[in-house]
């Protein structure tokens, strides 16, 4: 769910003072295309930004960062969103983000969509530090360096932006603004002190900037400690930067002198990052707490609305760190406890993934496995996968809470989906470790869901996935959407075993509930396995209508980076094959490799099953090279499932007939799938070693799949290489 509060400048407080010098400076129309505001908490990152945006509006899109946008997926959710406000941007760039695949490889057709519109714009990236996902930083990274002329990318972090400054720098590309820029001199410090109601003297003031250095957040406290009462003169001066200094005046000047009750519920409400009457009730254990977040905000005493209705506030950034440390010093055994209620108020608000941040602050891993349990697949679906994958490392090892096999057998579908086998395997011997009973949350049993899992994973042979598939169908709940999976798995076991009238029957059957269950993903990769039924009939024609279809609802579905439409594109490459169409089946056949890296013995059968269509329409255009790369992936997931019906048959077979085939020059398509992997990052700014840290291999590695890649396209550059992936389809298009 998205938070509106994070797409929009904060509001200004009445008496906010103009940056006018300093907004005049970032609003020239000489600057480049980055502009970097780094300076320590309480500098007024913020509050200038906010000025300039104003210059730009309506052409602003604004995103204030927090933690939980440490997911690639997330983070250019709400980028995308932000520009898609200002002029509208082609739907598929949206939905590309909730699909499988690196982030990253979506930056360019987000470029395309900004430099297409009919004004420059201004995107703004606030409270940048929050951002530390590799990931994520390496795709804003992105952004900056390849932002159309005209527009802006505003940065603002309390610590050194992650940007590559230095190369940017290089070509004048960045405009940067620090503490020093930042800080007020005596006119602005003036006009602060005037606005919050204080009266000072020409030299005190001279000498409060002296003391503060300026310091904006200094300033502003030393405004309210004078208002609250505080009859301390030099002394009032002493504040600095220094977080035991200003936690020392917090203290003696702010909090000692409000009454007891509000700060209690300042320093206890400060777990929340942002905050409504009812929440706040539930953390503080008493009502009235609307009242007292009014009360503050009017006072200005830091809080924030995020609303125009008032409904919901956070406090400053800098303030509400200042009142966390105090409660760690005041009452740090009511932390956990503090936590527990937000989690069960964020809970019974229907509002889990808050809930699930607290609960795990509270250390309560029960509650966190069981809201966990209930959104782990559509959090994972809406293309989330770190946020899954941080919740999972959480819960690793966490064997003692209930439903444990449950949730580990869901994170090992998702390893496998990521084409993570060995991660994959670990998480499905834990959810067999101490498998448990009952019924989970989402209304199947445990037994259910493991036979759906080692049906999937089809580790003991044809037989025993059929076996598994069928206890858990008759396990699972009757609305339960992996039931049509589970007919698929069916219909595929006695395909394998050349039971082709049966496998039709179930595979019909698979479709129809598939439908009903609204599993648009499953519907194109059952009709191509009906389509491989008709084809081991010499049925062509039927076939055709088959592919035909499937490859409608993988194209109106915008699908075709799910890693089971492989199955779909290389079907359909077989069949325009046969009906002459050569070039559209080497369209098909590329767009089903950019998905083979995805193809594992975590999830072997369809894997197999498209390998060896894929090695059919290698032969058939005469790609030896292509078909041997496919088998050798092929027999790797042999080694590991080697009973798998009549696949390794139908493998071997196809060996045998390119033994007789006389060695051809290896070419693009016979690109391994550890090379493939490396395609979407060679077209991104990142080095040989920065592309090694992201797939964890080293740097050499890197450079010898390069030198590889580049003799299999005949180029001597990375740069000639894009190209080349680019005519070949080997990028994907959005």
């Known amino acids: 769910m998205l938070s509106e509060s994070k797409l929009r400048p904060p509001a200004g407080r009445p008496g906010i003072v103009a940056r006018t010098g300093l907004i005049d400076q970032l609003s020239s129309a000489d600057n480049p295309g980055v502009l970097s505001v780094v300076a320590p908490a309480g500098y007024g990152k913020t509050t200038l930004l906010a000025q ?60 395309s969509a900004i430099a297409s519109m009919h004004q420059p714009v201004a995107l703004v990236l606030d409270h940048a530090e929050a951002i530390t996902n590799r990931e994520c930083i390496d795709t804003i990274t992105e952004l900056a360096l390849t932002l159309p002329a005209g527009s802006r990318f505003a940065v603002a972090s309390r610590d050194t932006v992650w940007l590559p400054a230095a190369r940017l720098r290089a070509h004048g590309g960045i405009l940067e603004v620090g503490a020093d820029d930042l800080a007020m001199v005596e006119r602005e410090a003036a006009a602060l002190l005037s606005a919050a109601g204080v009266d000072v003297g020409a030299q005190d003031i001279n000498a409060l900037v002296q003391q503060t250095e300026g310091w904006p957040a200094g300033l502003y406290l030393a405004a309210l400690a004078m208002r609250a009462g505080s009859t301390r003169t030099d002394a009032v001066f002493s504040i600095t930067g220094d977080d035991r200094f200003v936690g020392d005046y917090l203290r003696s000047e702010l909090l000692d002198r409000v009454s007891r009750a509000e700060a209690t519920f300042l320093t206890r409400t400060s777990i929340l990052d942002r905050m409504c009457g009812g929440l706040c009730d539930a953390v503080v254990g008493r009502a009235g707490s609307s009242r007292m977040l009014e009360q503050l ?96 490392q959480w819960l690793k090892g966490r064997t003692e809470i209930e439903h444990y096999s449950g949730i580990a057998a869901h994170a090992a579908l998702i390893l496998a989906l990521l084409g993570r086998p060995g991660e994959a395997e670990r998480w499905t011997t834990a959810a067999e470790r101490n498998p448990g009973t009952g019924t989970l ?141 050569v070039e559209l089946a080497r369209d098909y056949i590329a767009r089903a490799a950019r998905l083979r890296p995805l193809l594992t013995y975590a999830l072997p059968i369809v894997s197999a099953q498209t390998l060896i269509e894929l090695a059919h329409c290698y032969i058939a255009v005469g790609d030896v090279g292509g078909a041997r790369a496919v088998l050798r992936q092929a027999q790797d997931i042999f080694q590991q499932r080697p009973q798998l019906g009549a696949l390794p048959k139908h493998a071997t077979e196809l060996h045998t007939k390119l033994s007789h085939v006389p060695a051809a020059m290896h070419g693009a398509s016979s690109l391994t799938t550890a090379e493939l992997r490396i395609l979407p990052l060679l077209t991104t700014h990142l080095t040989m070693g920065e592309i090694g840290e992201r797939l964890y291999i080293s740097k050499n590695t890197v450079k010898s799949h390069m030198v590889t890649i580049y003799r299999k396209f005949g180029v001597s550059s990375r740069t000639a290489a894009i190209s080349r992936m680019h005519e070949l389809g080997l990028l994907r298009q959005h």
């Open 52 to 111: 300039w945006a104003k210059r730009w509006h309506p052409r602003v899109a604004w995103v204030s960062a927090d933690r939980r946008d440490n997911d690639p997926a997330v983070l250019m959710t709400y980028l995308a969103i932000a520009i898609d406000r200002v002029e509208p941007i082609p739907p598929a760039v949206l939905r590309a983000l909730s699909l499988p695949g690196p982030v990253i490889a979506v930056v360019p057709s987000l470029v």
């Open 441 to 581: 949350p989402d209304g199947n049993t445990v037994e259910a869901t493991l036979a759906y899992l080692r049906a999937l994973l089809c580790r003991r042979g044809i037989a025993q996935m059929r076996t598994d598939a069928q206890l858990a169908l008759a396990e699972l709940s009757p609305t339960s959407p992996y039931r049509a999976t589970m007919l698929h798995t069916e219909a595929v076991s006695h395909l394998l075993d050349g039971d082709l009238d049966r496998a039709d029957s179930i595979f019909a059957h698979a479709f129809d509930i598939a439908t009903s269950a609204s599993m648009a993903p499953l519907l194109p990769v059952v009709l191509a396995e009906r389509g491989i039924v008709a084809i081991e009939r010499n049925d062509w024609p039927e076939a055709a209508t088959f592919a035909e279809r499937a490859l409608a609802f993988v194209h109106d579905g915008n699908l075709d980076r799910y890693w089971t439409n492989a199955l779909v594109y290389a079907f359909g490459a077989r069949c325009a094959v046969h009906q002459g169409k």
């Open 297 to 392: 905000e009017k006072h200005n005493l830091l809080v924030v609305p995020l609303d125009r209705r008032r409904d919901w506030y956070r406090y400053h950034h800098l303030f509400r760190e200042l009142l966390h440390a105090e409660l760690g010093r005041r009452e740090p055994e009511l932390v956990l406890r503090l936590h527990s209620g937000a989690a069960q108020w964020y809970e019974a608000n229907a509002m889990p993934e808050a809930a699930i941040e607290h609960a795990m602050a509270a250390t309560d891993a029960q509650q966190v496995a069981r809201l966990v349990l209930n959104v782990m697949q559509p959090v994972w679906a809406s293309g989330r996968i770190d946020t899954v994958l941080g919740w999972m």
